[in-house]
């Protein structure tokens, strides 16, 4: 019984030391297309940023806001437990929950209580100050 007990936790060990080494982190990345082009940004693993990537397809309209910014509605408020608040700069995705806009920065930004972490550009980022009109806004299409 001893020997089984012990085969079984060796067993288990082995199996449990295989699967770490070979999990597959799902990368999640999104593609905003309008009418300058493509900005593809990384989705970070947050539970707005998990609430974003299951509206997708978005189709929206892109507004202006002050001279550092690009904004957009979800159709559904995004759950901001368990994410972190906004930082860095230009190329930085945000959810600004009290009127609960999708962000692009495309210039530096002051944090604030408000202004949630979504990811970063990682393709296009120069695209962002030039974007109107309308979105679509999906599931990034890996190359």
Do not use: H
């Not at 189709?59 to 995004?78: D, Q, T």
Request: charged share 20%; with cysteine; net charge negative.
């Amino acid at each position: 019984m001893k020997k089984a007990i012990i085969a079984l936790f060796l067993f288990s060990a082995i199996l449990s030391s295989c699967m770490a080494g070979g999990e597959d982190v799902m990368t999640r990345r999104i593609s905003v297309t309008g009418n300058t082009g493509r900005v593809v940004f990384e989705l970070n693993d947050s539970n707005a940023a998990d609430n974003l990537w299951a509206q997708l397809p978005i189709v929206a309209e892109v507004e202006n806001f002050g001279n550092n910014e690009k904004i957009f509605y979800p159709e559904n408020e995004l759950d901001t437990a368990n994410t972190p608040f906004a930082e860095g700069g230009a190329g930085t995705l945000a959810y600004y929950r009290p009127w609960g806009n999708v962000v692009m920065f495309y210039g530096r930004f002051s944090s604030n209580g408000s202004l949630y972490g979504l990811g970063s550009a990682v393709e296009g980022e120069e695209l962002i100050s030039s974007l109107s009109g309308t979105l679509r806004i999906e599931k990034a299409e890996e190359a």
